[in-house]
């Protein structure tokens, strides 16, 4: 196959991840707010704060902890040789079917089987903190992200792949306009991608568990949990699939413009 062929494939496959990103975006489109904006007027400001605060403590024990514990749980050196296998047949078949099996690969790589494992861990083990369910909610999501940023072959220690990956989970919960503006975010730094200093990461850090308390406080709040009980409960696997869905999407778009760059670099 030549590269015309290879670079049309590319198209393909990017406009079915167009498609997808309209479904997405209709979806944050037609969430009502209008419910939540009145039950949130009853919640204290201190409930918000609180929750706010957990959120962004559990991020940072993570970041600066949780890293080790969260590695336990699978191979990276196996994922990151997974994904040199499969990106070489990407370059030597060059058909969108490789592309596709390369994305279906990646998609059916869920971690369910994990979440005692990352409890034990990063949940109870190294923190003692009195957090372990934001700790452990937070934990399993972004132990299942650290695996899809293996499989294409990127560093989530990195500064810069942490802000995306921050900047991924706000996009991913967000609603109406501030979709639009977390999303075109995420697209700027698909696209131009940064490195930048640690005040810039922990600048995200507070954005986006701000993003997370507000969107899960009235939930909390009807439930009747502690603040920092986040989780448990049936939303929990929404939250779960709702962000790894975005996420899964835009890691594909990143692999498939890069592959398009370098093509058109070689030529």
């Known amino acids: 196959m030549n590269e015309e062929q290879f670079r049309i494939a590319c198209e393909k496959e990017l406009k079915y991840i167009a498609k997808q990103e309209r479904k997405l975006q209709k979806q944050a489109m037609a969430s009502d707010k209008t419910w939540k904006r009145a039950i949130e007027s009853f919640i204290p400001e201190k409930i918000y704060v609180n929750l706010r605060a957990a959120f962004a403590t559990a991020f940072n024990i993570i970041f600066e902890k949780g890293v080790d514990v969260i590695e336990k749980t699978y191979s990276k050196e196996r994922l990151l040789k997974d994904f040199e296998t499969k990106d070489l047949a990407v370059d030597d078949v060059q058909t969108r079917r490789e592309l596709r099996k390369f994305r279906s690969n990646v998609a059916s790589s869920k971690r369910w089987k994990s979440i005692i494992t990352t409890a034990e861990g990063v949940g109870l083990g190294v923190l003692g903190?009195?957090?372990?369910?934001?700790?452990?909610?937070?934990?399993?999501?972004?132990?299942?992200?650290?695996?899809?940023?293996?499989?294409?072959?990127?560093?989530?220690?990195?500064?810069?792949?942490?802000?995306?990956?921050?900047?991924?989970?706000?996009?991913?919960?967000?609603?109406?306009?501030?979709?639009?503006?977390?999303?075109?975010?995420?697209?700027?730094?698909?696209?131009?991608?940064?490195?930048?200093?640690?005040?810039?990461?922990?600048?995200?850090?507070?954005?986006?568990?701000?993003?997370?308390?507000?969107?899960?406080?009235?939930?909390?709040?009807?439930?009747?949990?502690?603040?920092?009980?986040?989780?448990?409960?049936?939303?929990?696997?929404?939250?779960?699939?709702?962000?790894?869905?975005?996420?899964?999407?835009?890691?594909?778009k990143r692999y498939l413009l890069n592959k398009t760059e370098k093509k058109e670099d070689t030529e």
């Open 129 to 252: 903190i009195g957090l372990p369910d934001v700790v452990l909610f937070l934990g399993f999501i972004l132990q299942s992200i650290y695996e899809v940023a293996l499989r294409y072959g990127y560093d989530y220690n990195k500064p810069g792949e942490r802000l995306l990956i921050l900047k991924m989970m706000s996009a991913a919960i967000s609603k109406r306009e501030k979709w639009i503006k977390a999303d075109l975010e995420v697209e700027e730094l698909i696209r131009n991608p940064v490195e930048p200093d640690f005040d810039q990461v922990d600048t995200q850090i507070g954005l986006t568990a701000d993003d997370f308390a507000l969107d899960m406080l009235v939930l909390k709040f009807i439930q009747g949990l502690p603040v920092v009980g986040v989780v448990g409960g049936l939303s929990n696997p929404v939250y779960y699939n709702k962000i790894m869905e975005y996420v899964r999407l835009k890691y594909h």
